[in-house]
Protein backbone atom coordinates (compact mmCIF):
# COMPACT_ATOMS: atom_id res chain seq x y z
CA UNK A 1 0.00 0.00 0.00
CA UNK A 2 1.21 3.38 -0.94
CA UNK A 3 0.47 5.88 2.04
CA UNK A 4 1.45 9.26 -0.87
CA UNK A 5 -1.56 7.68 -2.83
CA UNK A 6 -3.70 7.19 0.08
CA UNK A 7 -2.65 11.26 1.12
CA UNK A 8 -3.31 12.12 -2.69
CA UNK A 9 -6.92 11.44 -2.45
CA UNK A 10 -7.24 13.08 0.55
CA UNK A 11 -5.94 16.12 -0.45
CA UNK A 12 -8.43 15.97 -3.42
CA UNK A 13 -11.50 15.87 -1.30
CA UNK A 14 -10.29 18.09 1.35
CA UNK A 15 -9.49 21.03 -1.47
CA UNK A 16 -13.29 20.12 -2.51
CA UNK A 17 -14.93 20.11 0.80
CA UNK A 18 -13.20 23.00 2.10
CA UNK A 19 -14.71 25.29 -0.60
CA UNK A 20 -18.34 23.94 0.18
CA UNK A 21 -19.92 25.40 3.05
CA UNK A 22 -22.95 23.15 3.64
CA UNK A 23 -20.15 20.89 4.41
CA UNK A 24 -18.04 22.51 6.37
CA UNK A 25 -20.67 24.70 8.65
CA UNK A 26 -21.79 21.82 10.49
CA UNK A 27 -18.36 20.04 11.37
CA UNK A 28 -17.78 23.38 13.10
CA UNK A 29 -20.89 24.48 14.62
CA UNK A 30 -21.88 20.83 16.43
CA UNK A 31 -17.99 20.89 18.34
CA UNK A 32 -18.31 24.64 19.17
CA UNK A 33 -22.11 23.70 20.97
CA UNK A 34 -20.26 20.93 22.83
CA UNK A 35 -16.93 22.61 24.06
CA UNK A 36 -18.00 26.13 24.83
CA UNK A 37 -21.81 26.71 24.93
CA UNK A 38 -22.84 23.63 26.85
CA UNK A 39 -19.89 23.91 29.40
CA UNK A 40 -20.86 27.47 29.97
CA UNK A 41 -23.85 27.11 30.86
CA UNK A 42 -23.71 23.87 32.79
CA UNK A 43 -21.04 25.56 34.83
CA UNK A 44 -23.64 28.28 36.11
CA UNK A 45 -25.69 25.09 37.13
CA UNK A 46 -23.72 24.64 40.48
CA UNK A 47 -23.99 28.00 40.91
CA UNK A 48 -27.53 28.39 40.81
CA UNK A 49 -28.34 24.53 42.04
CA UNK A 50 -26.46 25.32 45.52
CA UNK A 51 -27.97 28.89 45.71
CA UNK A 52 -31.56 26.42 45.33
CA UNK A 53 -30.59 24.14 48.10
CA UNK A 54 -30.41 21.53 45.44
CA UNK A 55 -27.09 19.77 45.26
CA UNK A 56 -28.15 16.67 43.61
CA UNK A 57 -29.13 18.21 39.75
CA UNK A 58 -29.37 14.31 38.90
CA UNK A 59 -25.59 13.70 38.90
CA UNK A 60 -25.62 11.22 42.23
CA UNK A 61 -25.75 8.36 39.78
CA UNK A 62 -22.48 9.30 38.67
CA UNK A 63 -20.82 10.07 41.57
CA UNK A 64 -21.74 7.07 43.15
CA UNK A 65 -20.54 5.14 40.44
CA UNK A 66 -17.25 6.77 40.64
CA UNK A 67 -13.94 5.05 42.18
CA UNK A 68 -12.94 5.57 45.42
CA UNK A 69 -9.95 7.75 44.93
CA UNK A 70 -12.10 10.39 43.43
CA UNK A 71 -14.69 9.81 46.07
CA UNK A 72 -12.11 10.98 48.90
CA UNK A 73 -11.09 13.76 46.77
CA UNK A 74 -14.44 14.82 46.46
CA UNK A 75 -15.31 14.08 50.10
CA UNK A 76 -12.71 17.54 51.07
CA UNK A 77 -14.78 19.72 48.13
CA UNK A 78 -17.78 21.83 48.45
CA UNK A 79 -21.07 21.29 46.92
CA UNK A 80 -20.88 23.58 44.12
CA UNK A 81 -16.67 22.40 43.38
CA UNK A 82 -18.28 18.82 43.61
CA UNK A 83 -20.90 19.53 40.98
CA UNK A 84 -18.05 21.35 38.79
CA UNK A 85 -15.66 18.85 39.23
CA UNK A 86 -17.95 15.74 38.49
CA UNK A 87 -19.50 17.99 35.10
CA UNK A 88 -16.27 18.92 33.81
CA UNK A 89 -14.31 15.90 34.17
CA UNK A 90 -16.66 13.23 33.94
CA UNK A 91 -20.40 14.62 32.56
CA UNK A 92 -19.16 15.73 29.72
CA UNK A 93 -15.89 13.32 28.72
CA UNK A 94 -18.35 10.90 26.99
CA UNK A 95 -19.57 13.64 24.47
CA UNK A 96 -16.14 13.83 22.61
CA UNK A 97 -16.43 10.46 21.37
CA UNK A 98 -19.84 12.30 19.44
CA UNK A 99 -18.09 15.21 18.19
CA UNK A 100 -15.55 13.22 15.52
CA UNK A 101 -18.48 11.01 14.72
CA UNK A 102 -20.70 13.83 13.67
CA UNK A 103 -17.88 15.73 12.49
CA UNK A 104 -16.80 12.75 9.99
CA UNK A 105 -20.47 11.76 9.37
CA UNK A 106 -21.14 13.93 6.55
CA UNK A 107 -17.60 14.00 4.64
CA UNK A 108 -17.27 9.84 4.98
CA UNK A 109 -21.09 9.88 3.81
CA UNK A 110 -20.23 11.77 1.04
CA UNK A 111 -17.04 9.83 0.24
CA UNK A 112 -17.86 7.77 -2.97
CA UNK A 113 -21.85 8.32 -2.87
CA UNK A 114 -20.99 11.80 -3.29
CA UNK A 115 -18.65 11.30 -6.46
CA UNK A 116 -21.09 9.29 -7.86
CA UNK A 117 -23.59 11.88 -7.52
CA UNK A 118 -21.40 14.05 -9.20
CA UNK A 119 -20.74 11.79 -11.77
CA UNK A 120 -16.35 11.84 -10.47
CA UNK A 121 -15.99 8.64 -9.44
CA UNK A 122 -15.47 6.60 -12.83
CA UNK A 123 -12.24 8.53 -13.59
CA UNK A 124 -11.28 8.02 -10.23
CA UNK A 125 -12.03 4.42 -10.23
CA UNK A 126 -9.78 4.07 -13.58
CA UNK A 127 -6.98 5.18 -11.90
CA UNK A 128 -4.36 2.97 -11.27
CA UNK A 129 -4.72 3.73 -7.34
CA UNK A 130 -5.60 0.36 -5.64
CA UNK A 131 -8.34 -0.84 -3.69
CA UNK A 132 -6.62 -0.02 -0.45
CA UNK A 133 -4.92 2.95 -0.97
CA UNK A 134 -8.48 4.66 -1.94
CA UNK A 135 -10.44 3.36 0.92
CA UNK A 136 -7.64 4.70 3.21
CA UNK A 137 -7.58 7.95 1.42
CA UNK A 138 -11.06 7.85 1.56
CA UNK A 139 -10.88 7.45 5.49
CA UNK A 140 -8.21 9.90 5.80
CA UNK A 141 -10.70 12.52 4.27
CA UNK A 142 -13.12 12.28 7.32
CA UNK A 143 -10.79 11.10 10.15
CA UNK A 144 -7.64 14.22 9.88
CA UNK A 145 -10.36 16.90 9.78
CA UNK A 146 -12.89 15.75 12.68
CA UNK A 147 -10.09 14.53 14.75
CA UNK A 148 -8.33 17.88 14.45
CA UNK A 149 -12.12 19.70 15.45
CA UNK A 150 -12.08 17.68 18.00
CA UNK A 151 -8.69 17.91 19.82
CA UNK A 152 -8.81 22.12 18.87
CA UNK A 153 -12.82 21.31 20.71
CA UNK A 154 -10.75 20.01 23.41
CA UNK A 155 -8.37 22.68 23.73
CA UNK A 156 -11.36 25.19 24.10
CA UNK A 157 -13.35 23.17 26.01
CA UNK A 158 -10.07 22.69 28.92
CA UNK A 159 -10.06 26.82 28.40
CA UNK A 160 -13.83 27.10 29.24
CA UNK A 161 -13.64 24.94 32.08
CA UNK A 162 -10.52 26.27 33.45
CA UNK A 163 -11.60 29.84 33.31
CA UNK A 164 -15.05 29.03 35.08
CA UNK A 165 -13.06 26.57 37.62
CA UNK A 166 -10.11 28.47 38.19
CA UNK A 167 -11.36 31.05 41.14
CA UNK A 168 -13.71 28.37 42.43
CA UNK A 169 -10.77 25.50 43.33
CA UNK A 170 -8.40 28.18 44.57
CA UNK A 171 -5.93 28.63 41.17
CA UNK A 172 -6.22 24.65 40.70
CA UNK A 173 -6.61 24.09 36.98
CA UNK A 174 -9.07 20.77 36.47
CA UNK A 175 -8.22 19.57 33.01
CA UNK A 176 -6.75 18.34 31.10
CA UNK A 177 -6.76 14.87 33.14
CA UNK A 178 -4.58 11.66 32.39
CA UNK A 179 -8.34 9.96 31.64
CA UNK A 180 -9.22 13.29 29.19
CA UNK A 181 -5.65 12.77 27.39
CA UNK A 182 -6.33 9.05 26.63
CA UNK A 183 -9.85 9.90 25.73
CA UNK A 184 -8.95 12.48 23.38
CA UNK A 185 -5.80 10.79 21.89
CA UNK A 186 -6.88 7.03 22.47
CA UNK A 187 -10.38 6.25 22.29
CA UNK A 188 -12.06 9.10 19.98
CA UNK A 189 -9.68 8.69 16.96
CA UNK A 190 -9.95 4.94 17.56
CA UNK A 191 -14.09 5.04 17.71
CA UNK A 192 -13.94 7.77 15.23
CA UNK A 193 -12.35 5.18 12.64
CA UNK A 194 -14.29 2.16 12.84
CA UNK A 195 -17.30 4.86 12.48
CA UNK A 196 -15.80 6.09 9.74
CA UNK A 197 -14.80 2.95 7.70
CA UNK A 198 -18.20 1.40 8.17
CA UNK A 199 -19.65 4.81 6.71
CA UNK A 200 -17.19 4.82 3.74
CA UNK A 201 -18.19 1.14 2.90
CA UNK A 202 -21.82 2.20 3.05
CA UNK A 203 -21.12 5.20 0.54
CA UNK A 204 -19.55 3.24 -1.82
CA UNK A 205 -22.99 0.79 -2.01
CA UNK A 206 -25.51 3.08 -2.18
CA UNK A 207 -26.52 5.35 -4.85
CA UNK A 208 -26.70 9.12 -3.03
CA UNK A 209 -25.18 10.52 0.01
CA UNK A 210 -28.64 10.75 1.53
CA UNK A 211 -28.87 7.19 1.90
CA UNK A 212 -25.39 6.69 3.24
CA UNK A 213 -26.13 9.45 5.88
CA UNK A 214 -29.56 7.67 6.81
CA UNK A 215 -28.01 4.46 7.51
CA UNK A 216 -24.71 5.66 8.81
CA UNK A 217 -26.53 7.38 11.46
CA UNK A 218 -27.31 3.91 13.42
CA UNK A 219 -23.30 3.67 13.97
CA UNK A 220 -24.28 6.48 16.79
CA UNK A 221 -26.54 4.18 18.60
CA UNK A 222 -23.46 2.43 20.20
CA UNK A 223 -21.45 5.66 20.74
CA UNK A 224 -24.42 7.14 22.65
CA UNK A 225 -25.10 3.83 24.84
CA UNK A 226 -21.92 5.15 26.16
CA UNK A 227 -22.24 8.31 26.95
CA UNK A 228 -25.85 7.01 28.49
CA UNK A 229 -23.56 4.85 30.55
CA UNK A 230 -21.44 7.45 32.07
CA UNK A 231 -24.45 10.06 32.28
CA UNK A 232 -26.46 7.49 34.27
CA UNK A 233 -23.35 6.13 35.88
CA UNK A 234 -23.26 2.70 34.81
CA UNK A 235 -19.89 3.00 33.20
CA UNK A 236 -17.12 5.44 34.36
CA UNK A 237 -14.78 6.34 32.29
CA UNK A 238 -11.66 6.05 34.14
CA UNK A 239 -8.35 4.91 32.63
CA UNK A 240 -8.91 1.32 33.04
CA UNK A 241 -12.26 1.24 30.90
CA UNK A 242 -10.38 4.01 28.51
CA UNK A 243 -7.67 1.30 28.07
CA UNK A 244 -10.04 -1.44 27.34
CA UNK A 245 -12.21 0.48 24.87
CA UNK A 246 -9.41 1.32 22.90
CA UNK A 247 -7.95 -2.14 22.63
CA UNK A 248 -11.38 -2.98 21.47
CA UNK A 249 -11.58 -0.16 18.87
CA UNK A 250 -8.46 -0.59 17.55
CA UNK A 251 -9.26 -4.22 17.03
CA UNK A 252 -12.82 -3.40 15.47
CA UNK A 253 -10.72 -0.94 13.04
CA UNK A 254 -8.50 -3.34 12.04
CA UNK A 255 -11.68 -5.69 11.12
CA UNK A 256 -13.19 -2.64 9.84
CA UNK A 257 -10.47 -1.52 7.45
CA UNK A 258 -9.75 -5.45 6.01
CA UNK A 259 -13.50 -5.88 5.39
CA UNK A 260 -13.76 -2.25 3.72
CA UNK A 261 -10.86 -3.23 0.99
CA UNK A 262 -11.86 -6.84 0.94
CA UNK A 263 -15.30 -5.99 0.32
CA UNK A 264 -14.25 -2.72 -1.87
CA UNK A 265 -15.89 -3.75 -5.41
CA UNK A 266 -14.97 -1.04 -8.33
CA UNK A 267 -18.20 -2.94 -10.29
CA UNK A 268 -20.55 -2.75 -7.79
CA UNK A 269 -19.79 1.01 -7.67
CA UNK A 270 -19.94 1.53 -10.70
CA UNK A 271 -23.41 -0.19 -11.41
CA UNK A 272 -24.88 1.66 -8.46
CA UNK A 273 -24.60 5.19 -10.06
CA UNK A 274 -27.09 7.74 -8.77
CA UNK B 1 -5.89 5.60 -44.43
CA UNK B 2 -2.35 3.02 -45.76
CA UNK B 3 -0.98 2.75 -42.82
CA UNK B 4 0.64 -0.80 -41.88
CA UNK B 5 0.36 -1.62 -37.68
CA UNK B 6 2.60 -4.56 -36.49
CA UNK B 7 1.83 -4.91 -33.13
CA UNK B 8 -1.73 -5.56 -31.34
CA UNK B 9 -1.78 -3.23 -28.36
CA UNK B 10 -5.41 -4.66 -27.52
CA UNK B 11 -6.35 -7.87 -27.77
CA UNK B 12 -9.75 -9.28 -26.91
CA UNK B 13 -11.32 -12.95 -26.94
CA UNK B 14 -14.46 -13.70 -26.57
CA UNK B 15 -15.29 -11.12 -24.37
CA UNK B 16 -18.73 -11.29 -22.55
CA UNK B 17 -20.56 -9.53 -20.25
CA UNK B 18 -23.81 -10.38 -18.64
CA UNK B 19 -25.91 -8.22 -16.16
CA UNK B 20 -28.24 -10.70 -14.69
CA UNK B 21 -29.96 -12.52 -17.77
CA UNK B 22 -29.08 -9.35 -20.00
CA UNK B 23 -26.18 -9.90 -22.22
CA UNK B 24 -24.32 -6.40 -22.65
CA UNK B 25 -21.40 -7.73 -24.60
CA UNK B 26 -21.39 -10.94 -25.95
CA UNK B 27 -18.15 -12.97 -27.50
CA UNK B 28 -16.26 -9.89 -28.81
CA UNK B 29 -13.29 -11.04 -30.10
CA UNK B 30 -10.87 -7.92 -31.57
CA UNK B 31 -7.10 -6.67 -31.53
CA UNK B 32 -6.04 -3.22 -32.06
CA UNK B 33 -2.81 -2.36 -32.98
CA UNK B 34 0.02 0.23 -32.11
CA UNK B 35 -0.74 3.47 -33.57
CA UNK B 36 -4.44 2.76 -35.09
CA UNK B 37 -7.41 4.54 -33.98
CA UNK B 38 -9.96 1.50 -34.00
CA UNK B 39 -13.62 2.95 -33.82
CA UNK B 40 -16.12 1.25 -31.59
CA UNK B 41 -19.36 1.83 -33.97
CA UNK B 42 -23.01 1.37 -32.19
CA UNK B 43 -26.42 2.54 -31.04
CA UNK B 44 -27.04 3.72 -27.39
CA UNK B 45 -26.42 0.27 -25.65
CA UNK B 46 -24.77 -1.78 -27.96
CA UNK B 47 -22.13 -2.76 -25.05
CA UNK B 48 -19.59 -0.28 -26.27
CA UNK B 49 -19.16 1.43 -23.06
CA UNK B 50 -19.33 -2.12 -21.42
CA UNK B 51 -16.68 -3.31 -23.85
CA UNK B 52 -14.08 0.17 -22.61
CA UNK B 53 -15.12 -0.87 -19.13
CA UNK B 54 -13.90 -4.42 -18.96
CA UNK B 55 -11.01 -3.67 -20.96
CA UNK B 56 -9.48 -0.18 -18.68
CA UNK B 57 -10.39 -3.12 -15.44
CA UNK B 58 -13.34 -1.20 -14.13
CA UNK B 59 -15.88 -3.88 -14.24
CA UNK B 60 -14.51 -7.58 -14.63
CA UNK B 61 -15.93 -10.02 -17.95
CA UNK B 62 -17.94 -12.74 -17.26
CA UNK B 63 -16.44 -14.96 -20.10
CA UNK B 64 -13.54 -14.34 -21.82
CA UNK B 65 -10.00 -12.38 -21.54
CA UNK B 66 -8.09 -9.28 -22.57
CA UNK B 67 -4.43 -8.08 -22.70
CA UNK B 68 -3.85 -4.03 -22.98
CA UNK B 69 -0.56 -3.54 -23.77
CA UNK B 70 0.75 -6.79 -22.87
CA UNK B 71 -0.88 -6.86 -19.46
CA UNK B 72 -4.13 -9.17 -18.48
CA UNK B 73 -6.64 -7.49 -17.48
CA UNK B 74 -7.82 -9.84 -14.91
CA UNK B 75 -4.60 -10.53 -13.22
CA UNK B 76 -2.78 -6.66 -13.89
CA UNK B 77 -4.99 -4.51 -13.17
CA UNK B 78 -3.55 -1.92 -12.04
CA UNK B 79 -0.71 -1.85 -14.12
CA UNK B 80 -3.37 -2.12 -17.32
CA UNK B 81 -4.72 1.23 -15.52
CA UNK B 82 -1.61 2.69 -15.66
CA UNK B 83 -1.35 2.41 -19.38
CA UNK B 84 -4.55 3.38 -20.38
CA UNK B 85 -5.70 7.11 -20.71
CA UNK B 86 -9.69 7.13 -20.70
CA UNK B 87 -12.50 9.48 -21.12
CA UNK B 88 -15.50 8.15 -19.49
CA UNK B 89 -19.08 9.28 -20.77
CA UNK B 90 -19.46 11.96 -18.57
CA UNK B 91 -16.47 14.48 -18.28
CA UNK B 92 -16.07 13.19 -14.31
CA UNK B 93 -14.20 16.71 -13.59
CA UNK B 94 -14.29 17.91 -10.28
CA UNK B 95 -16.45 21.14 -10.19
CA UNK B 96 -15.09 22.78 -7.56
CA UNK B 97 -11.24 22.55 -8.28
CA UNK B 98 -9.69 24.39 -11.31
CA UNK B 99 -8.27 23.03 -13.98
CA UNK B 100 -4.74 23.27 -13.06
CA UNK B 101 -6.15 21.30 -9.45
CA UNK B 102 -7.56 18.63 -11.48
CA UNK B 103 -4.74 18.36 -13.78
CA UNK B 104 -2.56 18.11 -10.50
CA UNK B 105 -4.82 15.08 -9.20
CA UNK B 106 -4.84 12.92 -11.62
CA UNK B 107 -1.01 13.70 -13.27
CA UNK B 108 0.23 12.36 -9.18
CA UNK B 109 -2.43 9.25 -9.49
CA UNK B 110 -1.10 8.01 -12.43
CA UNK B 111 2.17 8.38 -10.75
CA UNK B 112 3.99 11.36 -12.74
CA UNK B 113 5.28 13.11 -9.61
CA UNK B 114 8.29 14.31 -10.71
CA UNK B 115 6.93 17.65 -10.19
CA UNK B 116 9.22 19.24 -12.77
CA UNK B 117 7.81 16.68 -15.39
CA UNK B 118 4.29 17.26 -14.18
CA UNK B 119 4.13 20.70 -14.31
CA UNK B 120 5.60 20.80 -18.24
CA UNK B 121 3.34 18.06 -18.72
CA UNK B 122 0.26 19.85 -17.66
CA UNK B 123 1.66 23.39 -19.36
CA UNK B 124 1.57 21.36 -22.79
CA UNK B 125 -1.44 20.21 -22.40
CA UNK B 126 -3.27 22.82 -20.96
CA UNK B 127 -1.63 25.11 -23.88
CA UNK B 128 -3.17 22.05 -26.53
CA UNK B 129 -6.19 22.41 -25.83
CA UNK B 130 -6.36 26.36 -25.19
CA UNK B 131 -7.34 26.14 -21.84
CA UNK B 132 -4.16 28.00 -20.21
CA UNK B 133 -5.22 30.91 -19.70
CA UNK B 134 -8.49 29.45 -17.98
CA UNK B 135 -6.46 27.23 -15.66
CA UNK B 136 -7.19 28.91 -12.26
CA UNK B 137 -10.60 29.02 -13.07
CA UNK B 138 -12.85 26.15 -10.99
CA UNK B 139 -14.19 23.85 -13.92
CA UNK B 140 -17.85 24.21 -13.20
CA UNK B 141 -17.00 28.00 -14.93
CA UNK B 142 -16.44 26.28 -17.88
CA UNK B 143 -18.60 25.69 -20.82
CA UNK B 144 -19.63 21.54 -21.52
CA UNK B 145 -16.69 22.03 -24.67
CA UNK B 146 -13.94 23.28 -22.59
CA UNK B 147 -14.93 20.59 -19.78
CA UNK B 148 -14.48 17.82 -22.75
CA UNK B 149 -11.40 19.12 -23.48
CA UNK B 150 -10.16 19.21 -20.14
CA UNK B 151 -11.24 15.75 -19.71
CA UNK B 152 -9.12 14.46 -22.83
CA UNK B 153 -6.18 16.82 -21.76
CA UNK B 154 -6.30 14.77 -18.38
CA UNK B 155 -6.47 10.99 -20.52
CA UNK B 156 -3.30 12.04 -21.56
CA UNK B 157 -1.64 13.74 -18.76
CA UNK B 158 0.46 10.00 -17.77
CA UNK B 159 0.90 9.96 -21.77
CA UNK B 160 -0.61 6.66 -22.21
CA UNK B 161 0.01 4.47 -25.11
CA UNK B 162 -3.88 3.22 -25.09
CA UNK B 163 -6.77 5.74 -24.70
CA UNK B 164 -9.45 5.11 -24.37
CA UNK B 165 -12.55 7.70 -25.60
CA UNK B 166 -16.35 7.00 -25.23
CA UNK B 167 -18.25 9.34 -26.76
CA UNK B 168 -16.12 12.44 -26.99
CA UNK B 169 -18.50 14.48 -28.72
CA UNK B 170 -21.90 13.27 -27.29
CA UNK B 171 -23.58 16.54 -25.55
CA UNK B 172 -21.30 19.22 -27.61
CA UNK B 173 -22.86 21.56 -29.81
CA UNK B 174 -21.33 21.40 -33.56
CA UNK B 175 -19.08 23.48 -33.66
CA UNK B 176 -17.81 22.34 -29.98
CA UNK B 177 -17.93 18.96 -31.56
CA UNK B 178 -15.85 19.70 -34.55
CA UNK B 179 -13.15 21.02 -32.23
CA UNK B 180 -12.99 17.92 -29.99
CA UNK B 181 -12.94 16.08 -33.25
CA UNK B 182 -10.24 18.24 -35.06
CA UNK B 183 -8.02 18.30 -31.74
CA UNK B 184 -8.44 14.56 -31.83
CA UNK B 185 -7.12 14.36 -35.43
CA UNK B 186 -3.77 16.35 -34.21
CA UNK B 187 -3.70 14.11 -31.19
CA UNK B 188 -3.82 10.63 -33.15
CA UNK B 189 -1.29 12.26 -35.41
CA UNK B 190 1.03 14.36 -33.30
CA UNK B 191 1.55 12.00 -29.83
CA UNK B 192 0.65 8.41 -32.22
CA UNK B 193 -1.60 7.25 -29.46
CA UNK B 194 -3.35 3.96 -30.01
CA UNK B 195 -7.13 5.30 -29.67
CA UNK B 196 -10.38 3.07 -28.81
CA UNK B 197 -12.86 5.50 -30.01
CA UNK B 198 -16.36 4.34 -28.84
CA UNK B 199 -19.39 6.61 -30.89
CA UNK B 200 -21.91 6.27 -32.63
CA UNK B 201 -21.31 9.87 -34.42
CA UNK B 202 -20.51 8.59 -37.61
CA UNK B 203 -18.33 11.33 -38.77
CA UNK B 204 -16.26 10.96 -35.71
CA UNK B 205 -15.56 7.38 -36.88
CA UNK B 206 -15.19 8.26 -40.46
CA UNK B 207 -12.71 10.93 -39.84
CA UNK B 208 -10.31 9.58 -37.01
CA UNK B 209 -10.79 5.88 -37.35
CA UNK B 210 -8.51 3.51 -39.09
CA UNK B 211 -10.48 0.73 -38.40
CA UNK B 212 -14.27 0.24 -37.56
CA UNK B 213 -15.99 -2.19 -35.77
CA UNK B 214 -19.66 -2.16 -36.20
CA UNK B 215 -21.48 -3.64 -32.88
CA UNK B 216 -24.81 -4.30 -32.06
CA UNK B 217 -26.67 -5.92 -28.96
CA UNK B 218 -23.16 -6.48 -27.91
CA UNK B 219 -22.43 -8.38 -31.08
CA UNK B 220 -19.45 -7.99 -33.92
CA UNK B 221 -21.50 -7.30 -36.57
CA UNK B 222 -18.23 -6.26 -38.93
CA UNK B 223 -15.17 -5.03 -38.15
CA UNK B 224 -12.60 -3.47 -41.05
CA UNK B 225 -11.39 -0.02 -42.58
CA UNK B 226 -13.99 2.30 -43.89
CA UNK B 227 -13.58 1.53 -47.44
CA UNK B 228 -13.57 -1.94 -46.85
CA UNK B 229 -16.86 -1.66 -44.90
CA UNK B 230 -17.95 0.37 -47.69
CA UNK B 231 -17.01 -2.17 -50.38
CA UNK B 232 -18.77 -4.69 -48.61
CA UNK B 233 -21.91 -3.27 -48.92
CA UNK B 234 -21.69 -1.41 -52.52
CA UNK B 235 -20.20 -4.58 -53.77
CA UNK B 236 -18.56 -3.14 -56.36
CA UNK B 237 -16.87 0.36 -57.38
CA UNK B 238 -19.39 2.70 -59.06
CA UNK B 239 -18.55 6.14 -60.40
CA UNK B 240 -20.48 8.77 -61.85
CA UNK B 241 -20.36 11.15 -64.65
CA UNK B 242 -21.43 14.21 -65.67
CA UNK B 243 -22.21 15.00 -69.33
CA UNK B 244 -22.51 18.60 -70.79
CA UNK B 245 -25.18 16.65 -73.29
CA UNK B 246 -26.63 12.96 -73.55
CA UNK B 247 -25.66 10.97 -76.48
CA UNK B 248 -26.94 7.02 -77.06
CA UNK B 249 -23.11 6.66 -78.53
CA UNK B 250 -21.33 7.56 -75.46
CA UNK B 251 -23.09 4.83 -73.68
CA UNK B 252 -22.33 2.40 -76.09
CA UNK B 253 -18.37 3.42 -76.12
CA UNK B 254 -18.48 2.92 -72.50
CA UNK B 255 -20.28 -0.45 -72.64
CA UNK B 256 -17.12 -1.52 -74.65
CA UNK B 257 -14.72 -0.56 -71.87
CA UNK B 258 -13.21 -4.12 -70.36
CA UNK B 259 -13.37 -2.77 -66.74
CA UNK B 260 -16.90 -1.85 -67.58
CA UNK B 261 -19.81 -4.62 -66.03
CA UNK B 262 -22.99 -2.57 -65.89
CA UNK B 263 -23.87 1.57 -67.01
CA UNK B 264 -27.06 2.95 -66.43
CA UNK B 265 -27.89 6.77 -67.99
CA UNK B 266 -30.34 9.66 -66.87
CA UNK B 267 -31.20 11.41 -69.77
CA UNK B 268 -32.67 14.35 -67.82
CA UNK B 269 -29.47 14.61 -65.27
CA UNK B 270 -27.11 13.58 -68.45
CA UNK B 271 -25.58 11.47 -66.08
CA UNK B 272 -24.12 8.14 -66.56
CA UNK B 273 -23.48 5.59 -63.20
CA UNK B 274 -21.04 2.86 -64.08
CA UNK B 275 -20.27 0.11 -62.17
CA UNK B 276 -16.90 -1.46 -62.62
CA UNK B 277 -14.58 -4.28 -61.76
CA UNK B 278 -11.50 -2.03 -60.89
CA UNK B 279 -11.93 1.61 -60.14
CA UNK B 280 -8.51 2.50 -60.62
CA UNK B 281 -8.25 1.02 -64.04
CA UNK B 282 -10.97 1.43 -64.97
CA UNK B 283 -12.27 4.92 -64.16
CA UNK B 284 -9.47 6.85 -66.50
CA UNK B 285 -10.40 4.18 -69.78
CA UNK B 286 -14.22 5.08 -69.09
CA UNK B 287 -12.69 8.90 -69.25
CA UNK B 288 -10.81 8.16 -72.43
CA UNK B 289 -13.78 6.39 -74.01
CA UNK B 290 -15.95 8.99 -73.56
CA UNK B 291 -14.12 11.78 -74.93
CA UNK B 292 -13.41 9.37 -77.79
CA UNK B 293 -16.68 9.58 -78.64
CA UNK B 294 -17.19 13.03 -78.50
CA UNK B 295 -18.34 13.84 -74.77
CA UNK B 296 -18.01 16.45 -72.88
CA UNK B 297 -17.28 15.88 -68.91
CA UNK B 298 -18.66 18.41 -66.65
CA UNK B 299 -17.12 16.36 -63.45
CA UNK B 300 -16.36 12.70 -62.87
CA UNK B 301 -17.48 10.93 -58.61
CA UNK B 302 -16.56 8.25 -57.17
CA UNK B 303 -19.67 7.06 -55.99
CA UNK B 304 -19.04 5.88 -52.19
CA UNK B 305 -21.79 5.01 -49.41
CA UNK B 306 -21.04 6.63 -46.49
CA UNK B 307 -20.18 4.85 -43.21
CA UNK B 308 -23.90 6.04 -41.67
CA UNK B 309 -25.26 3.87 -45.11
CA UNK B 310 -23.23 1.01 -43.85
CA UNK B 311 -24.04 1.38 -40.58
CA UNK B 312 -27.51 1.83 -41.07
CA UNK B 313 -27.80 -1.37 -42.70
CA UNK B 314 -25.92 -3.22 -40.22
CA UNK B 315 -27.60 -2.36 -37.17
CA UNK B 316 -31.61 -2.33 -39.29
CA UNK B 317 -30.28 -5.59 -40.58
CA UNK B 318 -29.90 -6.81 -37.27
CA UNK B 319 -33.09 -5.21 -36.05
Known sequence: MRIEKAMLVFRKDWH?????????????????MI??????????????????????????????????????????????????YVIAVYFFAPFFLIIPLMASSVIASDSFAGEKERKTIEALLATPISDGELFLGKMLVSFIPSMAITVVSFAVYTIVFDVISYGIFNSILLLPTIDWILLIFGLAPTVALASIGLTVMISARVKGFREAQQISVVLLI??????????????????????????????????VFRAGVKLFNREEILTKLA | MGVIFLTPIVEAKGLTKAFGSHIAVD???????????????GPNGAGKTTTIRMLACLIAPSEGAARVSGYNIAENPLDV?????????????????????????????????EPKEKISRIKELLEFFDLWERRNDKVATFSKGMKQKLAIARALVHKPPVLFLDEPTAGLDPESAKEVRDLMEML?????HTILLCTHHLEDAEKLCNRVMIINKGKNMVVGTPDELRNRIIGKPTV?????????????????VSHVQQVEFNESTSNLTIILDDASIGTPE?????VDAGGQILAVYAVRPSLEEVYLKMVKGER
Do not use: C
Open chain 1, 16 to 32: EIRRNWQVVLPIIVVPL
Open chain 1, 35 to 84: SVFLPVILGVIPNFATSQGDSSSGFEALIENLPNHVLEQLASMTEMQVML
Open chain 1, 222 to 255: PVLALVFGQVTGAIVFGPVVILALIGLFGLVDFA
Open chain 2, 27 to 41: NLSFTVEEGEVFGLL
Open chain 2, 81 to 113: RQTVGILTENPSLYERLSAQENMDFFAEAYNLS
Open chain 2, 188 to 192: SRREK
Open chain 2, 240 to 256: RINLRKFDPKIVEATKK
Open chain 2, 286 to 290: VVKSI
